[in-house]
């Protein structure tokens, strides 16, 4: 009988945590690289080590989501790569680049536009440039979504010299 009220306060607890996510919003992972891209943006725009590193981890996981790397979410990430490469300037971003693994450089490279860098971002261009083409999940669900109406997917678009 004297363990009676614990015993009725451990059984209530465990109820409303049990209950506490009911009808509750579930984050959407699809859409967590873009939070993460977001988040950094500010920071990363001033030159924040520690930002430009989340920002382009945002753009290696977004490349490797099972998705079509494309729509508002790759555009999101797109817009804030390109706004930080503006913000603090060529120097600056392929040294951050080059701090990075070689995957992480092709990720960055395939979530941005090559003709928005190749002429005014001369050493970053040279620096994606030289990042390995790899082959993501996400252009494995490109492929497939092709492959899904009996057509073949168009070659990945290079970047050159």
């Known amino acids: 009988m004297r363990h009676f ?7 209530c607890s465990l109820a409303y945590i049990g209950c506490s996510n009911v009808g509750g919003r579930k984050p959407d992972p699809t859409r967590q690289a873009w939070r993460d891209s977001w ?6 725009r001033a030159a924040d080590q ?16 099972p998705y079509v ?10 817009e804030n790569l390109h706004g ?6 060529d120097l600056q971003f392929s040294e ?12 960055v490279r395939d979530c941005m536009f ?11 261009h040279e620096v994606l440039l030289r ?21 073949q997917a168009p070659p990945k678009k290079a970047w050159t010299r």
């Not at 930080?84 to 300037?89: E, M, P, R, Y």
């Not at 090559?114 to 970053?124: I, R, Y």
């Not at 990042?131 to 057509?151: M, T």
């Open 5 to 11: 009220p614990a015993l009725t306060l451990i059984a």
């Open 131 to 151: 990042a390995p083409n790899l082959k993501w999940p996400s252009d494995i669900a490109y492929e497939q979504s092709f492959a899904s109406v009996g057509q």
């Open 39 to 44: 988040a950094a943006l500010p920071a990363a």
């Open 69 to 78: 790397n494309a729509g508002e979410d790759a555009e999101g990430i797109a």
């Open 96 to 107: 951050a680049l080059l701090r990075e693994t070689p995957d992480t450089r092709s990720a």
């Open 50 to 65: 520690d930002a430009l590193n989340r920002s382009f981890r945002a753009a290696h996981d977004q490349v490797m989501m």
């Open 114 to 124: 090559e003709s928005l860098v190749k002429t005014l971002f001369p050493k970053t």
């Open 84 to 89: 930080i490469l503006n913000s603090v300037g």
